[in-house]
């Protein structure tokens, strides 16, 4: 990486750092030499619970045809596409995409789209005509963010923005959001191309969760301090990894996570969770990508 493009970026850290509320931490991989403070302020962590849940019950009947692919009424499938890219599936198989774009064909048309608008691989300009409802993570101008609260059959979608470094070494406020899924009774959140630590707002925003997406690649977006300082802060119980590039990105990643978490492998690119079968303590879940 040249000289030039190392000091745009710390630039844009020092930048980011402003655009957030006072007293939120603001990381990247280029400002991490600073001077501790004498007394350092309390961390934000979670505190509450995820609010709002609009699948608590069980979920309608659905016609016999169907019920074979059907998941249980607590269920929640989850499958790595790849890059950022999840498809969610509720009990009702209403199909969720995180961050759709151009570039990862999905097996299917889903019914929700979710985006953010760090790269081109992170959302399109001309989704589908067939999703119902796309959810762009950000809004027409700096003081417009987008703000989306989505109740559909047995989903609920909602999102927290956060701001995101441009290429140009400053911020883009709201350029990005974390999409949270209400489903079965469990919340799961995507952090999308997340930049900067959380605020105690931005927290009790999101509210307590279940399972959680994170970027893991410890340089275009968060470094791995401030990551593992989101991690801690918001408490789920299975952490998945995603927007890494290779094996060396993502083991640099494991190797720290694994003095906090036990780490597991799957073989397969889906999961299936539920409130009753996620684990007592937190863990890292890889899923392999398509």
Known sequence: MSLLRIRVYAFAALV???AIPAGAPCRNAFAQTQEAQPTEPARPEMRENCPGLVAENSPRLMPAALRLAALNPDQVRITFIGHATFLIES???VRIATDYNDYLKLPLVPDIATMN???DTHYSDHPDPAIKYVLRGWGPSAEEPAIWDLKYRDVRVRNVPTNIRNWNGGTERYGNSIFIFEIANMCIAHLGHLHHTLTQ???NDIGRVDVVMAPVDGNYTLDLDGMFEVLTALKAQIIIPMHFFGWYTL?????????LWPVERADVPSVVVSKMTLPKNPKVLVLPGF
């Open 16 to 18: 980011l750092a402003g």
């Open 91 to 93: 009990p009702e198989l």
């Open 117 to 119: 608008h760090a790269h």
């Open 201 to 203: 707002q931005q927290l």
């Open 251 to 259: 083991d640099r990643f494991l190797d720290r996570a694994k003095e």
